[in-house]
Every structure is written in structure tokens, then in C-alpha cells.
């Protein structure tokens, strides 16, 4: 049984920093791959972030490029989203997600999603 269970979210300020952590088990870490989306209050669910178990490529949202980091250590099998210079229009819940033998990270097309963490950034 494929799990997700995502941490690290929280309180921060303006310009701040979080790191938010994916611990994933149930599945072949290098055969998916897994993603970070977020959903803001009345907003529809975004991607941020997608890394490819396979081969370790990375995609990014426009909003985050240059802020926001993915990375995996396979060993502990946990997907991390390094979050930096953090805005309020970054506030929502995190979620992570993993699809099955893929290399991206379509929001309507993930196999599995994690319950999410809900990050907050104030002024």
C-alpha cells in the first residue's frame, strides 16, 4: 500500500524559509515520480514542484522557480521541497503526490496523494 505523509509546514514570516518533508513507502522509489502541489483557499490545486524517481530530473512552477528546491534521498525514501523568500501568496496546503512509472507530474493525473501540510507566510 502506497503512503505519503507529508510535515514540516507551519507559521513563517515574509521572506522566510520552510522545508517540508514527503515520507513515501508502499512503492519502487525510482519508478515513480513524485510531486509537490498546493491549494490555496477558493484556488484549484497547482503544481509546484516534480522530480523523476527515475532519473532525477526536476520541474518547477513559474510562481516558485528560483525559491523553491525538490530533492529525494531515495535511501529514506522522502522527497523534500526546500521553500525560500516565501510570499503570502504562497500560503495554502502542500500536498505530495506520486504517479506511477512517470517522469511528471500532471495535477489531474497522480496516482496517489498524501493529506497535505498546510503552510502559512505573514506579513
Known amino acids: 500500500e502506497v503512503q505519503l505523509v507529508e510535515s514540516g509546514g507551519g507559521l513563517v514570516q515574509v521572506g522566510g524559509s520552510l522545508r517540508l518533508s514527503c515520507a513515501a513507502s508502499?512503492?519502487?522509489?525510482?519508478?515513480?515520480?513524485i510531486g509537490w502541489f498546493r491549494q490555496a483557499p477558493g484556488k484549484e490545486r497547482e503544481g509546484v514542484s516534480c522530480?523523476?524517481?527515475?532519473?532525477?530530473?526536476?520541474l518547477y512552477g513559474d510562481s516558485v522557480k528560483g525559491r523553491f528546491t525538490i530533492s529525494n534521498d531515495n535511501a529514506k525514501k522522502t522527497v523534500y521541497l526546500e521553500m525560500n523568500r516565501l510570499k503570502p501568496e504562497d500560503t495554502a496546503v502542500y500536498y505530495c503526490?506520486?504517479?506511477?512509472?512517470?517522469?511528471?507530474?500532471?495535477?489531474?493525473?497522480?496516482?496517489?496523494w498524501g493529506v497535505g501540510t498546510l503552510v502559512t507566510v505573514s506579513l
Open positions: 503526490a506520486v504517479k506511477k512509472y512517470g517522469t511528471f507530474c500532471p495535477v489531474h493525473g497522480m496516482d496517489y
Open positions: 522530480i523523476s524517481g527515475g532519473d532525477g530530473s526536476t
Open positions: 508502499g512503492f519502487t522509489f525510482d519508478e515513480y515520480a
